[in-house]
């Protein structure tokens, strides 16, 4: 299995160029299901869940293409087109949905262009037990009849096809934000989504869906009202730019000090992330290109943080920012709302000699430590990296291993870090 092997102490000075976000480039493919034209995106980033995604979408009968690339284009991401011409089988299997989460959210578009689907439960994960429930709910309420079978969620919509409805979700829920916008763009009538998840992921989508003929309003609001239409187009949409990915590396620069400029990166889309990064004594500056990422010998000050979702501090930069507080000069605590079990990686933060003490939600950090590179191994993607930033800021050799977590959703990380001075490589086997 494939490991990163790097050396601490580096400042990275240079350019990164943020990729396209997975989070929007996953539900953006799944939307392709809902037409029986092409859906065209620009900037798909090259990652693991993207692949797992397309063996997905092949399995439901969706012709899949990847454009060359053109000349100058060397940071930018990949060109794809999605055909579901003829959706061949509304099954999604257990051995494909138990790799990833969101494969799940394949059921709001069959649902809603075959008027079936059945589609495996994803189980639990890493971060916490992850239910359905907003998702079925959700889709009841259009209307649908739900069974479970065999760890299937077997769903059939009414005779002609799914009716508009309101839903209020007691819950924020990315996922079923989705899953449900999606399914509504089909349905006869006016469906209102009310709480419904904010996300810059969930804008992207959302304007994909109106270029390919959906009538939504409230983008970008809590509530989304879609009047559904009898058939979606084919369109061109570009994946927005990572933010997470671009917070990750806002971190890594303040940990190590440095200049960094986050190329493509859109402060709007972490403006909360930015705001405590500000607190702790990072400069940053936007610019045309991007966001400017500076620290420059002073200490980094303890910061107090809630994960919340969007406009909040993303859950996905948690594990980050805890890195990042175990060099302050000070107490800081960080409290996740989101997942009942996002912090395997503080186990591992110890092992850099970092002191963290979780109390249920609350994880209370002890700084500063002087971290030393360790051998670290990591249960989730956003975990991995975080062990990462913190080995670039530790003395010594840091070894993290199980990196396909890392490959899930970091795009040439190490080739980004070493282009900025990072002393980093993927060492085979
Ligand atoms: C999305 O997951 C992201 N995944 C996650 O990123 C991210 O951490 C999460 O949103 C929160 O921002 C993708 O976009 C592919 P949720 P999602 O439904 O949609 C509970 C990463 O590292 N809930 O908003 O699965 C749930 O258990 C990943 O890139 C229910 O209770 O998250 C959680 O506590 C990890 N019932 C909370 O809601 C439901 O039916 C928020 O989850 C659905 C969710």
């Not at 008027?115 to 495996?120: I, Q, T």
Request: net charge negative; glycine share 10%.
């Amino acid at each position: 299995m494939d490991r990163i092997r790097l050396v601490g102490g580096n400042e990275l000075r240079g350019e990164i160029p943020i990729s396209g976000a997975k989070n929007a480039a996953l539900p953006l493919m799944i939307a392709s299901l809902l037409t029986d034209e092409p859906l065209v995106l620009h900037n798909v980033p090259r990652l693991a869940d993207v692949k797992q995604l397309e063996r997905i979408m092949e399995n439901h009968g969706v012709d899949i293409a990847v454009h060359g690339r053109r000349r100058g284009e060397e940071d930018v991401g990949q060109r794809m087109t999605f055909h579901a011409a003829d959706i061949v089988d509304t099954t999604a299997p257990y051995d494909l949905v138990s790799k990833m989460r969101a494969s799940f959210w394949v059921i709001g578009p069959l649902l809603a262009r075959c008027h079936e689907a059945r589609v495996s439960l994803p189980g639990g994960c890493a971060i916490g037990t992850r239910p359905v429930d907003l998702f079925l709910y959700g889709l009841k309420a259009l209307g649908a009849e739900i069974d479970i079978d065999e760890g299937y969620v077997v769903a059939k919509a009414p005779k002609g096809g799914l009716v508009g409805a309101t839903i209020s979700f007691p819950k924020v829920s990315v996922g079923a934000t989705h899953t449900i916008l999606m399914a509504a763009t089909l349905a006869r009538g006016t469906t209102i989504i009310e709480n419904a998840a904010q996300e810059p992921e969930i804008t992207n989508v959302a304007e994909c869906l109106v270029a390919m003929g959906a009538k939504i309003s409230g983008i970008g609001t809590r509530t989304l009202t879609i009047e559904g239409v009898e058939k979606l187009h084919g369109a061109t949409v570009e994946v927005i730019p990572d933010r997470i990915e671009t917070g990750t590396f806002a971190m890594a620069a303040a940990m190590t000090g440095g200049d960094v400029l986050l190329k493509g990166a859109r402060p709007g889309h972490l403006q909360s992330a930015l705001d405590i990064l500000a607190q702790t004594g990072v400069e940053l500056t936007e610019e045309a290109e991007g966001i400017r990422v500076r620290r420059n010998g002073n200490g980094i000050r303890p910061v107090d943080v809630d994960t919340d979702p969007f406009p909040g501090f993303p859950t996905d930069l948690q594990a980050q920012f805890m890195a990042l507080m175990t060099m302050s000069d000070g107490v800081s605590h960080i409290r996740e709302t989101i997942f009942e079990n996002r912090y395997m990686h503080v186990a591992e933060l110890v092992r850099f000699g970092a002191d963290i003490a979780v109390n249920g939600q609350l994880a209370t950090i002890t700084g500063k430590s002087q971290l030393k590179g360790a051998q670290v191994m990591a249960t989730d993607l956003r975990a991995s990296v975080s062990l990462v930033i913190a080995g670039l800021a530790a003395k010594g050799e840091t070894v993290v291993n199980r990196i396909y977590h890392l490959d899930r959703g970091f795009e040439r990380l190490e080739d980004k870090l070493s282009r900025c001075g990072a002393e980093i490589e993927r060492v085979a086997g």
